[in-house]
């Protein structure tokens, strides 16, 4: 569960740093689906480095 909290820390970081680089390019939905698909990235990226 703490990778999990790092990975997720993470995601928050970059979601963050893009919503204060590009608040311009990005509106919210494309900002939540960035995150949503960070998220599921670093889930599905530990499941496989938790069973390979």
Do not use: K, N, P
Not at 14 to 26: C, E, F, K
Not at 41 to 48: C, E, L, N, Q, S
């Amino acid at each position: 569960m703490d990778h999990l909290r790092d990975i997720f820390g993470m995601v928050m970081d970059v979601t963050s740093y893009h919503q204060a680089r590009s608040s311009d390019d990005l509106d919210g939905d494309e900002l939540l689906l960035l995150g949503i698909g960070l998220v599921v990235f670093g889930i599905a990226f530990m499941i496989y480095a938790h069973f390979f």
